[in-house]
């Protein structure tokens, strides 16, 4: 027993006590840190990016939507039914 009448292995459970929260802390601020700068990060790349956006009605947010007229291939010919059936020939 020490002079304050504790048993000395309470005393050094206390103190891991106290260092495991301390270590705990330490984590949880390293933690914090991190998640604000990765909003931090986040909120200047929306802010860049949507500074150069066109938000008018016919613009895009991160994209360029100009309104032209694009031509299509045109469709490929596919066989119909009665042509699948000759071509196989008798079953």
């Given amino acids: 027993m020490n002079e304050t ?5 309470a005393n050094a459970g206390q ?12 984590r949880n601020m390293w933690l ?8 931090v990060i986040v909120g ?9 956006a066109d938000l008018s009605k016919d613009g895009g947010v991160y994209w360029r939507n100009d309104p032209q007229p694009r031509e299509q291939a045109p469709m490929p010919e596919l066989p119909s039914d009665n042509d699948a059936d000759s071509e196989e020939g008798p079953v």
């Fill in 5 to 9: 009448g504790d048993h000395p292995s």
């Fill in 15 to 26: 103190a891991e006590e106290r260092a495991r929260l301390a270590a705990q802390k330490k």
């Fill in 32 to 39: 914090a840190l991190a998640l604000f700068a990765f909003v």
């Fill in 44 to 52: 200047v790349t929306t802010v860049i990016r949507l500074g150069d």
